[in-house]
Structures are given as structure tokens and as C-alpha cells.
């Protein structure tokens, strides 16, 4: 059974970090491209990260870009998200998921882990 | 980047009904483009990718049609367990971006 487990959520302050984790189990982890995606409360989704398996690159969403870095190590089955510079428009539950065989869609998704920033 | 407009917002419909709801991009995807739902403090749950593959797993009354830049979900007799929240995505190139959702409400 493939599951995604994020941890690391948190209240911080306006321009504080956290570093979100994703722990993979139940695949091949390092078959994978994986992803962040953040649902603001009450909002739609937005993806904000991708991190690829071959190279571990990342390419991130506009508003994200330059204050987050996407990472992972395969032999750990685990992903991170390092969050610099948080503003109170990050405040989000920020999910990490799997991609499928096919593309950059997403069959598999933790449960996803509640950041806050506020003062 | 590629808009995704979905229509419409919200959408009141009873158990039995047949219900569409529809995805516009801003330029065509070539297919790429998934289905999710989602139900209020879960993560959302794959239901189609590639405009009309079923994800394993799904009911079939779910179903997935379109191309170029225009997609439809369909849903064949609405059961109480499918009001939730749609959303479609787009793949074909990044960023990767999500409708804004479809609210399935039961009327």
C-alpha cells in the first residue's frame, strides 16, 4: 500500500522557516518525480513544487520561487520542503504527493501538514 | 502560463442525476489534463488522467472526455458518496495549474 506522510508543519512568523518532510513507503520512491501542493483554507489548489527523481532538480511555482527548495534522498524514501521568508499568503495545508506513470498528474497524496504564519 | 477555467463553480444536483462539469485551458494540453475529488479535511483522490483514463479503482460512472483545450467530467447517477469538490489540472507543461473547482452540492 503506497503511503505519503508529511510532517513538520507548524505556526511561525512572518519571515521565519520550516522544513516540511514527506515520507514514501509502499513504491519505489526513487522511480518517482514527486510534488507539493498547498490548499489555503477555504481555497482552491496550487501546486507549488516538483522534484524531479533523476537529478533531484526542482522547479517551483512563481510565488514560491527563490524562498522555497524542494529536496529529496532516494535512499530515504523522502521528500522536503525547505520554507524561507514565510509571509501569511503561505499560510496553507501543503500536501505532498506522488506522480503517476503516465505524467505530472498525482494518484497518491499524504495527508497533508498544516502550516501557519502569523504573528 | 496555461489558465484552467472551470465551469461551473457550484453545481446542485440529487442522487440519479447525470451531471457535467466542464474545463477550459488557455491553450491546448494535448490530453494532459486529470480529474480529482475531493471531500471536505481530505486530500483530493485521482479519478481520471490523460482527459479519459480511469484511475483504478473508480467507479465507472465517472468518465473523462475532450481535447485541445476543452474537457468535460461527467458523472451517470449520482451517488450521495460523490458530493465533494471537483477539480481538473493540466500537465502539459508546467507550471502545473488547477482549476479553481466545481462544488458539487446535493439539492
Known amino acids: 500500500e503506497v503511503q505519503l506522510l508529511e510532517s513538520g508543519g507548524g505556526l511561525v512568523q512572518p519571515g521565519g522557516s520550516l522544513r516540511l518532510s514527506c515520507a514514501g513507503s509502499?513504491?519505489?520512491?526513487?522511480?518517482?518525480?514527486m510534488i507539493w501542493v498547498r490548499q489555503a483554507p477555504g481555497k482552491g489548489l496550487e501546486w507549488v513544487s516538483l522534484i524531479r527523481t533523476r537529478d533531484g532538480s526542482a522547479i517551483y511555482a512563481d510565488s514560491v520561487k527563490g524562498r522555497f527548495t524542494g529536496s529529496r534522498d532516494n535512499s530515504k524514501n523522502t521528500l522536503w520542503l525547505q520554507m524561507d521568508s514565510l509571509r501569511a499568503e503561505d499560510t496553507a495545508l501543503y500536501y505532498c504527493a506522488k506522480t503517476g506513470n503516465n505524467g505530472w498528474y498525482f494518484d497518491y497524496w499524504g495527508q497533508g501538514s498544516l502550516v501557519s504564519v502569523s504573528s | 502560463d496555461i489558465q484552467m477555467t472551470q465551469s461551473p463553480s457550484s453545481l446542485s444536483a440529487s442522487v440519479g442525476d447525470r451531471v457535467t462539469i466542464t474545463c477550459r485551458a488557455s491553450q491546448a494540453i494535448s490530453n494532459s489534463l486529470a480529474w480529482y475529488q475531493q471531500k471536505p479535511g481530505k486530500a483530493p483522490n485521482l479519478l481520471l488522467y490523460?482527459?479519459?483514463r480511469l484511475e483504478g479503482g473508480v467507479p465507472s460512472r465517472f468518465s473523462g472526455s475532450g481535447s485541445g483545450t476543452d474537457y468535460t467530467l461527467t458523472i451517470d447517477s449520482l451517488q450521495p458518496e460523490d458530493f465533494a469538490t471537483y477539480y481538473c489540472q493540466q500537465y502539459s507543461t508546467t507550471p502545473l495549474t488547477f482549476g479553481q473547482g466545481t462544488r458539487l452540492e446535493i439539492k
Open positions: 509502499g513504491f519505489t520512491f526513487s522511480n518517482y518525480d
Open positions: 490523460t482527459a479519459s
